[in-house]
């Protein structure tokens, strides 16, 4: 079965495991996991930030974020497709008692969409408070951010005095894609978070990275959202041994990412913005419905996601090479077929 539904799905290398295995381990919660300890310190330099703080997941990484910028009924300027709004199963509003105003079209905003999309100041308004840039962004398609197209937006949002965060989810990616660091791409933002078990291939983890004094008011934030873990060592050390051996490699990802879509877009029935396809995930859009296509798909042995009604999503990684991204591509094609 060739897997692209995300690349979430990897598996742990044997010289991951490895790590895992030989990690020094503490309790966190008393701040004595020294494996945790070298992850965030080295997460945080790679930003370009004073302080990480090692959370179990990017949703997790964001709504920290979120309690630590907002207060109940303020308002977060967001792309449209956020994952914060599709994929948060609402803790946005459950939490933090916060609501999401729409910059733009596609994930991508500018100056003007910004500003089009923050409140008045009146009483009556909702506080515009913080403005949430996602990059890559998801369902744009893994789109990279233009870098002085973003920081013109955050500097913008900071001269409007609002805060500001990156959910850099999949930051290492448009790092590798764009050539530049990501300490150059999270440089402006307030906050930033980065994840470790998407194209990095470690099992879980994201790291929520600031100021010493936010970090330390994210952590208040984690132990009341539960996520106060213990000898979770063994999880950091994946993300070490995944940050010095897999970021580079990334380039595979995106290269095995850009065969697939060439070979998809050449099929009748289908459409394939390759001018879009920047990164690991490539959306396809049938004729079909996009259900139907991907059960298709799955009984053919390739598994892959509706996005929506006639849209497919399919995310290279680690765990797929170049033949099996091509055979993947034939296989979604005839899956088309199938479902006519």
Not at 94 to 123: H, M, N, S, W
Not at 152 to 163: D, E, N, S
Request: glycine letters at 10%; one cysteine or more.
């Amino acid at each position: 079965m060739i897997d692209l539904r995300s690349d979430t799905v990897t598996r742990p290398t044997s010289a991951m495991r490895e790590a895992m295995a030989r990690a020094e381990v503490g309790d966190d919660v008393y701040g004595e996991d020294p494996t945790v300890q070298r992850l965030e310190t080295e997460v945080a330099a790679l930003l370009g930030k004073e302080r990480g703080l090692f959370v179990s997941s990017g949703t997790m990484g964001n709504q920290i974020a979120i309690l630590g910028h907002c207060r109940p009924g303020d308002e977060v300027v967001v792309g449209e497709g956020s994952h914060s709004v599709w994929y948060e199963s609402g803790a946005g509003a459950a939490f933090a008692g916060v609501q999401f105003a729409v910059a733009g079209r596609g994930g991508l905003f500018d100056v003007d969409e910004l500003e089009a999309a923050i409140k008045p100041t009146a009483y009556w308004y909702p506080s515009t408070s913080l403005l949430a840039v996602e990059d890559t962004h998801n369902r744009a398609g893994g789109r990279v951010w233009p870098l002085e197209r973003m920081h013109a937006v955050v500097r913008h949002a900071k001269a409007r005095g609002l805060a500001t965060h990156l959910d850099g989810a999949r930051l290492w990616n448009a790092a590798v894609a764009s050539g530049t660091s990501p300490a150059e791409r999270a440089a402006p933002f307030d906050s930033v978070t980065v994840c470790l078990s998407k194209g990095l291939g470690a099992p879980v983890g994201s790291v929520l990275c600031g100021s010493a004094a936010f970090v330390a008011r994210a952590r208040r934030h984690r132990k009341m959202l539960g996520g106060g873990m213990r000898q979770v060592g063994v999880l950091a050390a994946a993300g070490l041994h995944a940050l010095l051996h897999h970021r580079a490699r990334l380039a595979d990802d995106h290269a095995h990412a850009r065969a697939f879509a060439e070979a998809v877009a050449r099929a009748p029935g289908v459409t394939v913005d390759l001018a879009s396809v920047e990164t690991n995930i490539v959306n396809v859009d049938v004729e079909r419905d996009a259900e139907r296509v991907v059960s298709c798909a799955r009984d053919l042995g390739l598994l892959v996601g509706a996005s929506g009604p006639r849209r497919i999503r399919a995310v290279t990684h680690l765990d797929v090479d170049r033949t099996a991204a091509l055979e993947g591509a034939r296989l979604l094609v005839r899956a088309v077929e199938l479902a006519a």
